[in-house]
């Protein structure tokens, strides 16, 4: 178990953490010039797993509650 008082500060980390990562992202694809090079975002991969399951696709702030609901919960 997490303490509550712990749990929001994670889930800021967390997100800190994805806005850092998807900027570091955006910046090496501006540098890629091939886009066979380039893969599709994680938002994408994760949400047509999602359409495979039935489930609708998410923004990634869902993705990210979710994921940190799934850590937390374990």
Do not use: C, Y
């Amino acid at each position: 178990m997490i303490p509550r008082d712990q749990q929001g500060k994670m889930i800021e980390s967390l997100e800190t953490i994805l806005r850092q990562l998807q900027k570091a992202e955006r910046e090496e694809r501006r540098r890629f010039t091939d886009p066979s090079l380039q893969d599709t975002t994680w938002k994408d991969d994760v949400n047509e797993i999602r359409r495979r399951h039935g489930q609708r696709p998410v923004g990634e702030r869902r993705l990210v509650a979710e994921l940190v609901d799934a850590i937390l919960l374990q």
